[in-house]
């Protein structure tokens, strides 16, 4: 019998994660950060948060940016114009999925015309409504300090979820581990990145510096807007 060996986890990701671990050995939050992310778990279970968004939520999170980035009009808007180009399946990560909502809106949009996909979803905990489990094409049930990814993918989204809820000590590796994890022209979409002007400069400086466009771009064009509506765009060259 062949043996069928599982893929090894990407170089970048394998990195980013000693680093994480290193950074939270230094700082000895080792064990408060498991602490932290078994009540995370728990809270999950009781599904202590009653929001459940889906694909026209998501939209309304990004859509202003990806115009504005010209990368499309919104989500499956730029996902259909890599598939258009690239021919190969769109594999698509959704970083903290709660419900499941915005992949089984995705996946119904794409089956009816026939764009094939491969849509994942990471949790701490099994929360996919019933109609997601059927449409999602994998779950991950594990934190996402703690993922090995074994394969790149066009989107990685993240919707007020896992970066966001994250030790700020991890924050940027955690950043840096899901950019590098996308295919060449792939987008890393995050919003609920609370940060000071100047951090927000640093911060899209620094990816800047590692290869990446990054742009933090106000959801809706007044210069009072709040904060919650900035997003942070990642793409890869
Ligand atoms: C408030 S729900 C949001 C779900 C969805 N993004 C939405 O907007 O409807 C938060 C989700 O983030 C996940 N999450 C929180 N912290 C995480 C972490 N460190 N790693 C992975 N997932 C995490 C939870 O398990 C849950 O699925």
Same mark, same amino acid.
């Given at each position: 019998?062949?043996? #069928?060996?599982?893929?090894?986890?990407?170089?970048?990701?394998?990195?980013?994660?000693?680093?994480?671990?290193?950074?939270?050995?230094?700082?000895?939050?080792?064990?408060?950060?498991?602490?932290?992310?078994?009540?995370?778990?728990?809270?999950?279970?009781?599904?202590?948060?009653?929001?459940?968004?889906?694909?026209?939520?998501?939209? !309304?999170?990004?859509?202003?940016?990806?115009?504005?980035?010209?990368?499309?009009?919104?989500?499956? !808007?730029?996902?259909?114009?890599?598939?258009?180009?690239?021919?190969?399946?769109?594999?698509?990560?959704?970083?903290?999925?709660?419900?499941?909502?915005?992949?089984?809106?995705?996946?119904?949009?794409?089956?009816?015309?026939?764009?094939?996909?491969?849509?994942?979803?990471?949790?701490?905990?099994?929360?996919?409504?019933?109609?997601?489990?059927?449409? #999602? !094409?994998?779950?991950?049930?594990?934190? &996402?300090?703690?993922?090995?990814?074994?394969?790149?993918?066009?989107?990685?989204?993240?919707?007020?979820?896992?970066?966001?809820?994250?030790?700020?000590?991890?924050?940027?590796?955690?950043?840096?581990?899901?950019?590098?994890?996308?295919?060449?022209?792939?987008?890393?979409?995050?919003?609920?990145?609370?940060?000071?002007?100047?951090?927000?400069?640093?911060?899209? &400086?620094?990816?800047?510096?590692?290869?990446?466009? &990054?742009?933090?771009?106000?959801?809706?064009?007044?210069?009072?807007?709040?904060?919650?509506?900035?997003?942070?765009?990642?793409?890869?060259?």
């Amino acid at each position: 019998m062949p043996r #069928i060996t599982p893929r090894s986890p990407i170089k970048a990701s394998n990195h980013f994660s000693r680093l994480i671990k290193s950074v939270l050995d230094k700082r000895h939050e080792t064990a408060s950060h498991k602490t932290y992310l078994k009540t995370m778990a728990e809270k999950d279970k009781f599904q202590e948060w009653p929001i459940k968004r889906n694909l026209q939520e998501y939209n !309304d999170c990004f859509s202003i940016a990806l115009q504005k980035l010209r990368l499309g009009r919104d989500i499956p !808007d730029y996902l259909k114009r890599r598939y258009q180009r690239t021919k190969e399946p769109v594999i698509v990560l959704d970083l903290g999925g709660g419900a499941g909502y915005f992949l089984a809106d995705l996946k119904k949009l794409f089956n009816s015309q026939q764009i094939p996909s491969k849509l994942e979803s990471l949790s701490l905990y099994d929360n996919l409504s019933p109609e997601s489990q059927r449409l #999602i !094409d994998k779950k991950h049930i594990i934190s &996402a300090s703690e993922q090995k990814l074994t394969k790149k993918y066009d989107l990685i989204v993240d919707v007020f979820s896992a970066i966001n809820f994250e030790f700020d000590s991890v924050k940027k590796n955690l950043i840096l581990k899901y950019a590098y994890s996308l295919k060449k022209g792939g987008t890393l979409l995050l919003a609920g990145i609370y940060k000071s002007p100047e951090s927000k400069n640093n911060i899209s &400086a620094h990816l800047r510096k590692q290869g990446f466009i &990054a742009e933090f771009i106000d959801q809706i064009d007044n210069p009072f807007v709040n904060d919650k509506k900035t997003v942070l765009v990642i793409t890869r060259k």
